[in-house]
T-cell receptor
Framework: AQSVTQLGSHVSVSEGALVLLRCNYS??????LFWYVQYPNQGLQLLLK??????LVKGINGFEAEFKKSETSFHLTKPSAHMSDAAEYFC????????????FGKGTKLSVKP | DAGVTQSPTHLIKTRGQHVTLRCSPI?????VSWYQQVLGQGPQFIFQ???????GRGNFPDRFSARQFPNYSSELNVNALLLGDSALYLC?????????????FGAGTRLSVL
């Protein structure tokens, strides 16, 4: 069975500081991995995805994530936080094919201090 | 191009009632999935439909049902509502099943059961 663990339900950083949101997964097959962002009272917006190929994935708004198979991790980073990055972030794993549903972590709420 | 659209945006029901939520996928997308997001948690998979057939079902009771229409839009039905059904219901669409579970989400329908 697949599962996702996001370490830290709440992360607070200062504006301009490094953002690091942690995600570990378990999967019996090569996983598809995703990060989504959710702003208050909105749906989920795709930040980036890993399917195959390059393990360092760049997404929107300056975010990137690195797939590390040996560590079963897919941590999300951004070099310099902006106030507009304050939101909830969800890591998700999927199998693809006929089993196309996503398994989500519980989310990490990012706060950015001025 | 229009994204995934869901209606209504908000809904208030009382226990025991029935509710129908609607979703229109991105034009050209043939697969629709439904997720339930309880406050403070990540989304949980309910159903996936592809070409009008159910392709996956999460761990939800039979009170939950869904269908997909020839134009690929979808309805989620919940009977005999319970207080615990209060949540944000998210619809996601994907092009097909071959390219992995890359899904695009709508803004959701917020259901409150009193």
């Amino acid at each position: 069975a697949q599962s996702v663990t996001q370490l830290g339900s709440h992360v607070s950083v200062s504006e301009g500081a490094l953002v690091l949101l942690r995600c570990n997964y378990s999967s019996s097959v090569p996983p598809y991995l995703f990060w989504y962002v959710q702003y208050p009272n909105q749906g989920l917006q795709l930040l980036l995805k890993y399917t195959t190929g390059a393990t360092l994935v760049k997404g929107i708004n300056g975010f990137e994530a690195e797939f590390k198979k040996s560590e079963t991790s897919f941590h999300l980073t951004k070099p310099s936080a902006h106030m507009s990055d304050a939101a909830e972030y969800f890591c998700a794993v999927g199998k693809g094919g006929s089993q196309g549903n996503l398994i989500f972590g519980k989310g990490t709420k990012l706060s950015v201090k001025p | 191009d229009a994204g995934v659209t869901q209606s209504p945006t908000h809904l208030i029901k009382t226990r025991g009632q029935h509710v129908t939520l609607r979703c229109s996928p991105i034009s050209g997308h043939k697969s629709v999935s439904w997720y339930q997001q309880v406050l403070g948690q990540g989304p949980q998979f309910i159903f996936q439909y592809y070409e009008k057939e159910e392709r996956g079902r999460g761990n939800f009771p039979d009170r939950f049902s869904a269908r997909q229409f020839p134009n690929y839009s979808s309805e989620l039905n919940v009977n005999a509502l319970l207080l615990g059904d209060s949540a944000l219901y998210l619809c996601a669409s994907s092009l097909d099943l071959a390219g992995g579970p890359l899904q695009y989400f709508g803004a959701g329908t917020r259901l409150s059961v009193l």
